[in-house]
């Protein structure tokens, strides 16, 4: 650490400098200690008895930390205490309070100041404990997470004490305060590594919870649970996890004797599950006494020390009834072949400072686990923080709704900021009978592209199968997908273990100074390399619409192999059977051979698919998958490195480092490489490879190269080798992902110029022979751009070959089709004009902002774009903004603002309200209106926050906001920037249709607001 010089001669010629310190020894000050951990992280202790805690608590598992260097020295009655970051000034005497304790923090670039009991405007949100009965219209706040924007946290341990190898004790003063300060600016990944380095790690999952798992709350006999895993093996559709529910039980949903009119031989049906490689669980309600003619009652009173006579009320805080909880009710199921239980309510825990929730998936796992020497898994109601190290949540029952799987996608990612990744979700939700089809597929597509999968309901149907072939059909692939993902979403869960990191997780981790990053909350990176948004709104005619911000960088459409730059914030539209995935340029994304459980890893080779870019590595992490091997560091990492290099691209595979029981130590490969010409010359280790008639015959004999020029990828095949060999695979004369954006549009032109087709049926044979001609233009360039190593010269007349059949196909249309909606609709699918719009509240002016956007197939030079506001009657403009129109001509979107309020005298009508834009776009003498627009429900409307008022002259919205728990006083006064306004002149917007989460800038309390692209949205008056 560096100090001016100046200040360090003043101090020590002042005699006030105590030391320069090394070892993180508390400071003790009067009934406070300071105890530095880290140069950003510190622990502030208070205690009126001078009782301080040194053991490690339910919160706190480790305080063994590196020795960190400080500066500390006593001036004018004041402790001060100086690391690398922190500045800490305490005025000796009495609890922290924000008269006596203050602490400056600096780290990589932000800086603050914080004393007890500011208030922290930045907080990025948490988590609940259970979604129970969430709907349309009652949508609750995620609440306070750990991360903040404000650059630090502050965690409050008021948890008992649990020293290693003893049982908990209460704390020894009810009046302590026992802090940790955190510091991290935007390092937002030193707090999660700061985080669990202080309160543990996220435990490894094992492999099989990865898997897809099968719930439904429905009385299934033995036999019919095996005709059920006997059709999804039928169907081809990957299962590990079976969940029983509660109609197990043969004392309703007490107890621990088995229903043996649906279950005769309980032992039996379990060995034939574990035969088809699954895995078990039993849903279980441990809040519930043990009733006296439960045949494991008297075993568990006596050792828990209870009243044989009674039932057994259960209290986990008690050491003898935490043991016989679990050895003498839950391992006799478990060595009958249960692997693992499902919590539906906890167990009391009674002790001050204790979470039942928590301290009752504590005991399950910890129990489970001493018994097997395994991994253990609950599936259990959130408790708070310190659960992290007990994964994974059972988020609830909620409604089968499409503002439910909406609000899903931000409630998954930001868990993360409490260390909680794994929230397992009712796919299809829990209270619905059979679904919309569209609804069911988006919702098994969230699914299978997030930290758990698993189906259920409440009697209602969720096999894939009920919904028709083709939704049937696109399920399955996406169930598949998430099977050959299975490498990757091992790697990232492995870092979770060692990082903190969340497998989901907001862009703003990745992206913490781009305002964009925390803007979208219906998007989330999986992993580090694989951006996601799933479609949370219903779409026309199958498919859907999601708006998506894509970070800088290159990023290439998983699905299609588009190519796409950013940043770049875009209306995505998506048919039924593709969700929005997007591939950081660069990365290597490792797929295993489809295999319809992960009891045992498939044969065949691994598949790298590579995505061209700037230079970076990615890495494969390997286990047994069941063992705590990984815990003394058994395991293997591999690492994948992609660079490219003018016109080459280079993948290295790394030499695997690392062993574990049961490893293979040879391997063949699959190197994919995507978004690419095809190739000059292939290479494997330094020697040129021959190209092959087909991808099989790369898949079958793992040698030779082929290339897909429909999609633009190159497979090369490398024979099996011992895995402790890296090698080279070089692909040569090759253009990369900048050169494909141009092929992408053409490709992208080609499908919009045969939709046009498709709807100019009998129009002049001028237009039919101009699209034709299109048609045909587009095809041959796509192909050739793929197949033949060329000039950019070359390439380029290509292009314009194409844009110039673009414009004549256009002109051919304006001309012959006689002007109104049939020429209108065939020149929007023509140049793919696609409009979207979205609703923000606008909190510092009391308005709604009204976003709306544009985007064409491909720049159209010369366009002339203008933008007409759709506004209800009675609402007034506050502002708009028209500078970025001209996006359509670059390739960009155009984008069109505006702001409205409420008049004073508005009152809102039941019914729709409808705002938006309608665009009106000219080229080569032909105008198409396009039009954008979203419309607001009023007929639904339950819960409201005020954003107004609208009478307040200065027109700077409210301080204080109404939440929408609190019941409305329609008499009461609220408390504006300027003055006191009434109630019944503002404007209130339901939760229940806001999705998108703004700025905190901008909206003081944005992290409980919500609002979707499709969402319907309500603003009302209180009039």
């Known amino acids: 650490m560096r100090t001016p010089l100046i200040r360090l001669s003043a101090l020590v010629f002042l005699g006030l400098i105590a030391a320069v310190v090394t070892v993180a020894k508390p400071l003790a000050a009067g009934s406070a200690r300071i105890t530095i951990l880290s140069p950003t992280l510190v622990r502030l202790e208070h205690s009126p008895a001078k009782e301080f805690v040194d053991d490690t608590t339910v919160l706190v598992r480790t305080r063994n930390w590196p020795k960190t260097a400080y500066q500390s020295w006593r001036e004018e009655g004041q402790l001060q205490v100086k690391t690398e970051a922190l500045q800490i000034r305490y005025k000796i005497g009495g609890p922290f309070d924000a008269e006596n304790l203050s602490i400056a923090w600096n780290w990589q670039g932000r800086s603050g100041r914080w004393s007890p009991g500011q208030k922290d405007e930045g907080n990025l949100g948490g988590t609940r404990g259970a979604l129970d009965g969430i709907r349309a219209g009652h949508l609750p706040p995620l609440g306070q997470g750990l991360l903040s924007r404000s650059g630090y946290t502050l965690l409050s341990d008021t948890t008992p004490l649990w020293p290693p190898g003893e049982w908990l004790r209460e704390r020894p003063d009810d009046d302590a305060q026992d802090w940790y300060f955190f510091a991290y600016g935007h390092d937002y990944a030193r707090f999660f590594r700061e985080y669990t380095q202080l309160c543990g790690k996220v435990p490894l999952l094992p492999r099989y919870a990865f898997g897809a798992w099968y719930s439904r709350y429905w009385a299934y006999t033995a036999q019919e649970e095996r005709a059920l895993v006997e059709r999804f093996r039928r169907e081809g559709i990957p299962l590990d996890v079976l969940v029983i ?39 279980n309600h441990p809040g519930s006494p043990l009733p006296k003619e439960d045949s494991h009652h008297a075993a568990a009173c006596a050792m828990a020390g209870a009243d044989p006579a009674q039932p057994l009320k259960w209290n986990l805080a008690d050491e003898r009834h935490a043991r016989a909880f679990q050895e003498a009710v839950h391992w006799p199921l478990e060595a009958m072949g249960i692997d693992f239980w499902w919590i539906d309510g906890a167990a009391r825990s009674q002790m001050k400072g204790l979470n039942s929730a928590a301290w009752c998936a504590r005991t399950y796992y910890d129990g489970t686990q001493r018994r097997t020497g395994h991994r253990s898994l609950v599936f259990s109601r959130y408790g708070g923080l310190g659960q992290h190290r007990y994964p994974t949540g059972f988020s609830g029952d909620v409604h089968s709704q499409w503002e439910v799987l909406a609000y899903e996608v931000p409630f998954t990612s930001r868990a993360g900021n409490v260390l909680f990744p794994y929230w397992s979700h009712d796919i299809g939700g829990f209270m619905g009978d059979k679904l919309d089809p569209e609804l069911y597929v988006r919702w098994c597509q969230f699914g299978a592209l997030s930290p758990v999968l698993r189906l259920h309901s409440n009697h209602g149907i969720r096999e894939p199968w009920a919904y028709g072939p083709d939704a049937e059909r696109i399920v399955r692939d996406f169930f598949r997908l998430r099977y050959r993902l299975f490498p990757y979403l091992y790697t990232a869960s492995a870092e979770t273990h060692l990082t903190g990191l969340p497998l989901c997780r907001p862009l703003y981790l990745a992206y913490p100074e781009r305002e964009q990053a925390y803007g979208n909350d219906q998007e989330y990176l999986l992993g580090p390399d694989l951006l996601v948004a799933p479609v949370t709104s219903p779409g026309t005619d199958g498919v859907g619409a999601q708006s998506v911000w894509l970070p800088p960088g290159f990023w290439t459409d998983y699905f299609t192999g588009e190519v796409y730059r950013g940043p770049r914030l875009m209306r995505y539209r998506c048919p039924l059977d593709r969700a929005p995935m997007f591939v950081r340029a660069g990365a290597v994304i490792p797929h295993q051979p489809d295999t319809l459980n992960l009891s045992q890893l498939p044969e065949g080779p691994l598949t790298l698919q590579v995505f061209p870019g700037p230079a970076q590595v990615s890495r494969l992490y390997e286990d047994d998958g069941l063992s705590l091997d990984y815990q003394k560091g058994a395991g293997a990492w591999t690492e994948l490195r992609c660079r490219s290099e003018g016109d080459r691209v280079v993948v290295n595979v790394g030499a695997t480092v690392g062993e574990f029981k049961e490893q293979r130590e040879q391997r063949a490969y699959v190197v994919q490489v995507r978004g690419v010409t095809r190739p000059g010359q292939v290479l494997v280790e330094g020697r040129r ?112 070959q194409v844009r110039s059949a673009f414009r004549q196909a ?16 065939i020149l929007r699918a023509l140049a793919g004009l696609m409009a979207g719009a979205e609703l923000r509240p606008a909190g510092k002016t009391g308005a709604l902002e009204v976003a709306t956007s544009l985007s064409a197939a491909l720049p159209l030079a010369g366009v002339e774009v203008r933008a007409d506001r759709a506004s209800p009657e009675g609402w007034s403009l506050v502002g708009e903004a028209t500078a970025e129109l001209e996006g359509l ?125 499709s969402a319907r949205m309500t603003a009302a008056s209180s009039g």
């Open 245 to 283: 529910d509660v109609d197990w039980h043969k004392y309703g949903w007490e107890g621990y004797d088995w229903n043996t009119e649906l279950f005769p031989d309980p032992k039996g049906f379990l060995k034939w599950v574990h035969a088809q490689g699954l895995r078990v669980t039993l849903n």
């Open 889 to 1013: 001509s670059t390739g960009d979107e155009a984008r069109f603002s505006y702001s409205v309020r409420p008049g004073d005298d508005w009152q809102a009508p039941l019914g729709e309200l409808v705002l938006g834009a309608r665009f009106n776009v000219t080229w080569q003498n032909a105008t198409v209106p396009v039009a954008a627009e979203t419309r607001l429900d009023c007929s639904y409307v339950q819960q409201f926050w005020l954003i107004g008022p609208f009478d307040d002259p200065q027109r700077q919205g409210v301080k204080t906001v109404c939440p929408p728990e609190q019941k409305l006083d329609l008499k009461a006064e609220y408390q504006g920037k300027q003055q006191r306004v009434k109630f019944s002149s503002a404007c209130m917007i339901p939760t229940s249709s806001l999705s998108h989460t703004p700025s905190r800038s901008s909206f003081p309390n944005a992290s409980k607001m919500r609002c979707s692209p």
């Open 689 to 800: 490879v021959g190209r092959v008639g087909s991808r099989r015959q790369v898949e079958q004999r793992q040698n030779g190269w082929w290339f897909d020029s429909d999609r633009a990828e190159v497979w090369v095949g490398v024979p099996e080798r011992s895995i402790r060999r890296g090698f080279e695979v070089a692909l040569a004369g090759v253009r990369g992902p900048e050169a494909l954006i141009e092929r992408t549009r053409t490709a992208r032109l080609l499908a919009c110029a045969r939709a046009a087709k498709g709807l100019a049926a009998g129009a002049p044979e001028a237009v039919q022979a101009a699209l034709d001609k299109l048609i045909q233009a587009a095809d041959s360039a796509r192909r050739a751009l793929m197949e033949m190593p060329t000039t950019e010269a070359k390439a380029r007349a290509r292009e314009d």
């Open 810 to 825: 256009w002109t051919a249309v304006a001309r012959a089709v006689p002007e109104g909606d049939r020429r209108s609709d």
